[in-house]
């Protein structure tokens, strides 16, 4: 399953093979022929793609006629502030210095608690820094925003099918650079 955004001609992207559980994500800036998008359509071979309406005709057209014919769902959600994607996924995942000890057995105080994927951690202080280097500077040009804006979606769509507290908060995850 694929789970694009779109903006112009940059591009937040999550692959999820749900027997897995792996996510690859990431974000690319593509040429005006969408070359870039062509050869990650061509290295994954998606067979849903899961899109906002921020994604163009001629994305979807190129989707449509790419080899393995994906099906396709639309869902009208907007473009969110990373704050609060990051306090969705909050709701799956807990830090490491935010847990609280258990009564009873100490070796099974934590068994149930599953800690925040360390490439969020990252995308969080990446974002942190761009924002106090650049109090004025608009969102949408931190790093990762079309990275959170596909997961979020991701995310979403995974909640729609109730597979959210399987698929999503099992994933393993890894950023996947394009080039």
Not at 69 to 77: E, N, V
Not at 143 to 165: E, G, H, I, S, W
């Amino acid at each position: 399953m694929l789970t694009l955004v779109e903006i112009k001609n940059s591009f937040g992207f999550a692959f999820i093979d749900a027997t897995t559980n792996h996510f690859y994500i990431g974000e690319f800036e593509d040429d005006e022929n969408k070359r870039m998008l062509r050869t990650l359509i061509s290295r994954f071979k998606p067979v849903e793609v899961i899109h906002s309406h921020f994604i163009s005709h001629e994305t979807t057209a190129l989707l449509r006629h790419s080899s393995n014919k994906p099906t396709f769902s639309k869902l009208k959600q907007d473009l969110e502030v990373l704050e609060d994607i990051f306090k969705k996924l909050d709701l799956y995942f807990t830090n490491e210095s935010d847990l609280i000890p258990l009564e009873g057995d100490q070796n099974e105080q934590y068994r149930d608690i599953i800690k925040t994927p360390g490439i969020f951690l990252e995308m969080k202080k990446a974002i942190m820094q761009y924002e106090s280097e650049n109090p004025d500077g608009k969102q949408e040009h931190s790093p990762f925003f079309l990275t959170l804006q596909a997961m979020n979606l991701c995310l979403t769509y995974l909640k729609q099918v109730l597979l959210d507290r399987t698929v999503f908060l099992m994933g393993n995850f890894e950023l996947y650079d394009i080039v």
